[in-house]
Antibody, heavy 113, light 112 residues
C-alpha cells in the first residue's frame, strides 16, 4: 500500500519561502507523476503543480512565478518550494500521486510574523 | 482555467435514501486520447480527500458499489444509491484533462 507523508515547518514568515517534503513509502517514485495540492482553511482544493519521475514539471499559472517542485529518487521523496509567501498562502498542503489516487495526511502551513 | 460547477452545494439526505451530485465543466473534458479525466473525491471531516471515482465511472479499490459515476463531455453525476452515516463529508469533482487541473466548489452531504 502506497503511503505519502508531508513534512516541514508549520509556520513561515511573510516574504519567506515555504518548503515541504513528501516521503513516499510502499512503492517507488518511478513511473508516476507526483503532485502538490493545497486547501486554505475552510475552503476548496487547488492543484499547485506536479513533477514526473523523469524530472519534468508543470506548475499552475497562478503560482508559476513562485513555485518549484523537485525530486530525490534516491530517497523516494519530492519537495515543494513556494517563495514570497503571504497570508493568502496559509493552507493545508497535500502531496498526492498522479491524479490523486493516493494522498498524504496534509501539512498545515501558517504564514504569519 | 476550466471551471467546475457543482450542485447542490448542500445536500441533506435521510439515511438509506439515494443522493445525487451534479458537476458541470466550462469545456469538454474529453482528452485527445479519447479518455475523460473526471474524478470524484470525498473528504470526511478532519481527513484528507479520498478518490472514489476516476475517468467518469471507474470506482477506486475499496470504494463501496453504492457509489456510481456517470456522464460525458461537460455534464457529470455522482450517485449514492443508499446513503450511510459514513458518507458524511464534502464531495468534490475534479478535472484532470486540461492544465491546471481544477476542482468543483464542493458539495456538503449531511444526514437529515
Amino acid at each position: 500500500q502506497v503511503q505519502l507523508q508531508e513534512s516541514g515547518p508549520g509556520l513561515v514568515k511573510p516574504s519567506e519561502t515555504l518548503s515541504l517534503t513528501c516521503t513516499v513509502s510502499g512503492g517507488s517514485i518511478s513511473g508516476y507523476y507526483w503532485s502538490w495540492i493545497r486547501q486554505p482553511p475552510g475552503k476548496g482544493l487547488e492543484w499547485i503543480g506536479y513533477i514526473y519521475y523523469t524530472g519534468s514539471t508543470n506548475y499552475s499559472p497562478s503560482l508559476k512565478s513562485r513555485v518549484s517542485i523537485s525530486l530525490d529518487t534516491s530517497k523516494n521523496q519530492f519537495s515543494l518550494k513556494l517563495s514570497s509567501v503571504t497570508a493568502a498562502d496559509t493552507a493545508v498542503y497535500y502531496c498526492a500521486r498522479g491524479l490523486a489516487d493516493y494522498w498524504g495526511q496534509g501539512a498545515l502551513v501558517t504564514v504569519s510574523s | 482555467d476550466v471551471v467546475m460547477t457543482q450542485s447542490p452545494l448542500s445536500l441533506p439526505v435521510t439515511l438509506g435514501q439515494p443522493a445525487s451530485i451534479s458537476c458541470r465543466s466550462s469545456q469538454s473534458l474529453v482528452y485527445s486520447d479519447g479518455n475523460t479525466f473526471l474524478s470524484w473525491f470525498q473528504q470526511r471531516p478532519g481527513q484528507s480527500p479520498r478518490r472514489l471515482i476516476y475517468k467518469v465511472s471507474n470506482r477506486d479499490s475499496g470504494v463501496p458499489d453504492r457509489f456510481g459515476g456517470s456522464g460525458s463531455g461537460t455534464d457529470f453525476t455522482l450517485k449514492i444509491s443508499r446513503v450511510e452515516a459514513e458518507d458524511v463529508g464534502v464531495f468534490y469533482c475534479m478535472q484532470g484533462t486540461h492544465w491546471p487541473y481544477t476542482f468543483g466548489q464542493g458539495t456538503k452531504l449531511e444526514i437529515k
